[in-house]
């Protein structure tokens, strides 16, 4: 390699923060890297909070995305509960809270997104928590006691996540979503009515169309006031309404923003040696000629691999479909694309089975997937969703051909 | 606390103590093992953490099960021998146990 060593500075020791740091390494990146975090622990997978680790499957440590010995091994220089504070891209310094001060040669910007809150009467009364971190999660799994009641707002993946954990666990569930049907953000209305039918048979109670006014309680939250006055009672209240990017840092430096710090392709800012990466970049989706914030697994690996090769003059590893899992009850829904704008719905296979899929098309091509209990379709449909493929909408809703089949004639030139 | 002997694509190994329970997968991951990637940490949801099995431990290890095998089915360089490291669960009869682990993840 022909760079002489310099030093590059991560903001952000979540998934995206922390690939980045491997990646560099692995890419053989020989300066000094140090990788911030504002949270306690080692860089950790957030995927299993609202899943198996809120069900208390697993130990905290089985969620490290590597062993601590990983960092000084590697020469990655881990600052965890440590914030930045402010970023000077003439100086190329960091400023963390408490006063030291970090110089870099490339600067990644890894924040990530924070919980967004609701501006209701009561919203700041003790027992209405949200998920997005291990100390979060501590805190809402303490109050999840049989006969417990909780009230969840918002009917996205985290808040049906959650839900599907806390009615095992044997807590009376009331799920509060402002839109007509659950999931509406991220999925189709076929895939909303199974999952609501889904919770409804487990005993989880789901409002569409709430409009929340207002939380009850003294000193404690006791319930959720709805327009017209009906009062949901609540032991506790998990808030699942979506995130808001943390880019004040890069606003603050002079860096464009939008809906997130605004990236290209190679997941740099404005500033030719400063990156953003993962939830909080505003970022080209090259499958869909606009550009968006995905909050996901994938986007976070795929942010950190780009950056670090962009920095070292690699190669950059091909644009992956965006994909997504969710595990409720006993379904794994494995979701490629994005399904925004889709004038199509094909739907593969019985939802009364409880393994089914929705294609979902725009002038013909394959744009989005969900799959559930079916890896096949989501498989296939991943790669239909990369090469944007076209594909006869017969064909799909028929399930005597196989995927293989039906990928087989769609991909072949 | 059984051994496992990870083979990488050029034949080099490496043997690290597993702990029975954990998953084959993340006994990799806790030491570094190159060649797994486990992008999805462990949800069968992604087929980046595919192994070839030894064959003397085939049998030991089991046969995938249906999501599993639906994954596998997809994934490149499949072999009769191949599995999802994150779906194998480590116990005690399974000390000594090899797999190699194929050149790309993807």
């Known amino acids: 390699m022909s760079q002489t060593p310099g030093r590059i500075v991560i903001i952000g020791a979540g998934q995206a923060g922390a690939q980045a740091a491997y990646s560099l390494r692995q890419g053989g990146y020989r300066g000094a890297v140090t990788l911030l975090g504002d949270e306690p622990q080692p860089p950790y997978q957030r995927p299993p909070l609202s899943k198996g680790y809120l069900k208390g499957e697993l130990e905290t440590e089985r969620l490290f995305l590597k062993p601590l010995s990983y960092y000084p091994?590697?020469?990655?220089?881990?600052?965890?509960?440590?914030?930045?504070?402010?970023?000077?891209?003439?100086?190329?310094?960091?400023?963390?809270?408490?006063?030291?001060?970090?110089?870099?040669?490339?600067?990644?910007?890894?924040?990530?997104?924070?919980?967004?809150?609701?501006?209701?009467?009561?919203?700041?009364?003790?027992?209405?928590?949200?998920?997005?971190?291990?100390?979060?999660?501590?805190?809402?799994?303490?109050?999840?006691?049989?006969?417990a009641r909780l009230v969840i707002v918002g009917a996205g993946y985290i808040g049906l996540e959650a839900a599907a954990v806390a009615s095992q666990l044997g807590v009376k569930v009331s799920v509060l979503e402002a839109m007509p049907q659950v999931l509406s953000r991220v999925a189709g209305p076929e895939i909303a009515a199974f999952y609501a039918d889904v919770h409804r048979a487990a005993g989880v109670e789901i409002h569409t169309g709430a409009r929340l006014e207002a939380f009850e309680g003294e000193g404690q939250v006791a319930g959720a006031r709805l327009e017209g006055g009906e009062v949901i009672p609540a032991d506790i209240v998990l808030l699942g309404v979506g995130v808001l990017p943390n880019m004040e840092l890069a606003e603050a430096a002079g860096l464009a923003c939008g809906n997130g710090v605004r990236v290209d392709s190679q997941m740099r800012t404005s500033h030719p040696d400063v990156y953003a990466i993962g939830d909080v970049a505003w970022r080209p989706l090259v499958h869909y000629g606009r550009e968006g914030r995905l909050e996901s697994v994938h986007n976070a690996i795929e942010g950190g691999k780009l950056a670090s090769a962009s920095i070292l003059g690699q190669t950059p590893p091909a644009p992956e479909a965006p994909w997504f899992w969710s595990d409720q009850f006993d379904l794994k829904l494995q979701t490629a694309g994005l399904w925004t704008g889709a004038d199509m719905r094909i739907v593969r296979g019985e939802p009364a089975t409880r393994r089914f899929s929705v294609f979902y098309l725009k002038d013909s091509k394959v744009i989005a997937v969900d799959a559930v209990n079916a890896p096949p379709d989501y498989l296939v449909g991943k790669k239909l969703v990369a090469a944007q493929a076209a594909v006869a909408p017969g064909d799909l809703a028929d399930t005597s051909l196989s995927m293989k089949d039906i990928g087989a004639r769609a991909l072949t030139p | 606390m059984p051994k496992i002997t990870y083979i990488d694509a050029s034949g080099a190994e490496r043997t690290v103590e597993g702990k029975t329970g954990m998953t084959v997968m993340e006994t990799a991951i806790k030491h570094t093992i190159p060649g797994i990637d486990a992008d999805c940490g462990g949800a069968c949801a992604c087929a980046t953490c595919h192994v070839y099995v030894d064959a003397a431990f085939l049998d030991k290890v089991g046969k995938p099960s249906a999501m599993e095998q639906s994954m596998l089915d997809f994934a490149e360089n499949v072999k009769g021998n191949s599995r999802l490291s994150c779906q194998i669960k480590i116990r005690d009869d399974l000390e000594g146990l090899r797999v190699t682990t194929p050149e790309s993840q993807h």
Do not use: K, Y
């Open chain 1, 73 to 147: 091994e590697h020469e990655i220089e881990l600052l965890t509960g440590r914030a930045a504070a402010e970023i000077d891209p003439a100086a190329r310094t960091v400023s963390l809270q408490g006063g030291l001060r970090l110089a870099w040669d490339q600067l990644i910007i890894a924040t990530g997104a924070r919980p967004r809150r609701l501006a209701v009467p009561g919203a700041s009364l003790p027992g209405i928590l949200e998920l997005r971190t291990l100390a979060d999660v501590d805190r809402l799994r303490a109050s999840l006691f049989p006969g």
